[in-house]
């Protein structure tokens, strides 16, 4: 079993989002300097992170790429700085392979595949290293996420590729334990998919953990009419929590560390 399988009746774990970039949806620019990623690194400890997800490249809707260079360069200073002093685990948010083993090297220890471990070089990576890694579904690319939505049903197909790709990942040498999935919320479904998909993490997990990252997207100003983006993340994240999530991805950690005590 994972470490990431939550115990009955116990909160989920919570992921804090580092976003060292120019142009993330919600905290671009923020922590683009890396000493001020590194104070936001523990203060997201303080707030209650049970791993902290590090990411140099936007994957917000019509974004555009950046070279494997600039990533490193973004993130590859941050995770040398806290890893050696976190009690807790880093991940990198990354579909490079060469920028993954790079940040393992430095310190990391899960790698947040948001390509959906499709790459053969990093199944292999992920093989080779023992890495754990978070293995997320994306319909589309994130230039076309808002206008190539999924068609309904929805949630079948999604599991269908889950099933196709942890296979594929245990059939390659990854350990079962080693694999978290995540149905990929905002990731080029309708905001009535990604509500059906925080209610029913479940229905994907065949026994792996399941990530679920609401945080501060679009689909919840329909889904949560009336609140604020971090007022409906954390109802989200309530809701993904009664239904099964085993981590919730979160830019305000203490909000739902909050809450769900």
């Not at 009746?9 to 989002?17: K, T």
């Not at 905002?186 to 026994?207: A, L």
């Not at 085993?246 to 203490?254: E, F, G, P």
């Amino acid at each position: 079993m994972s470490r990431w399988n939550r115990p009955a009746g116990a909160r989920p774990f919570l992921m804090g989002v580092l976003n060292v970039t120019p142009d993330s949806f919600s905290d671009g620019g923020m922590f683009l300097n890396t000493g001020d990623a590194v104070r936001h690194a523990f203060e997201l400890v303080g707030a209650g992170a049970d791993i902290i997800d590090v990411g140099g490249e936007s994957t917000r809707p019509g974004s555009c790429p950046v070279t494997a260079k600039t990533e490193l360069e973004r993130i590859i200073p941050v995770i040398r700085d806290v890893a050696p002093s976190l009690s807790i685990p880093l991940s990198v948010d990354t579909c490079k392979p060469e920028v993954a083993e790079a940040a393992l090297d430095a310190g990391a220890e899960t790698i947040n595949d948001v390509c959906g471990l499709t790459d053969a070089r990093m199944m292999s990576l992920v093989s080779s290293s023992g890495a754990e890694v978070v293995i997320m579904h994306m319909h589309g690319s994130p230039r076309t996420l808002a206008s190539d939505i999924m068609a309904d049903p929805a949630l079948p197909e999604i599991k269908r590729f889950f099933d196709r790709q942890t296979s594929a990942a245990i059939e390659a040498g990854v350990k079962p334990n080693k694999i978290i999935i995540d149905p990929g919320v905002g990731f080029g479904k309708t905001h009535e998919q990604n509500m059906q998909i925080i209610r029913n993490p479940r229905c994907f997990s065949d026994g792996f953990p399941v990530l679920i990252g609401p945080s501060r997207k679009r689909f919840l100003a329909h889904g949560f009419p009336g609140m604020g983006r971090d007022e409906a993340t954390v109802e989200a994240a309530m809701i993904s929590w009664e239904s099964g999530a085993d981590v919730i991805r979160l830019h305000d950690v203490s909000r739902v560390r909050s809450a769900s005590e």
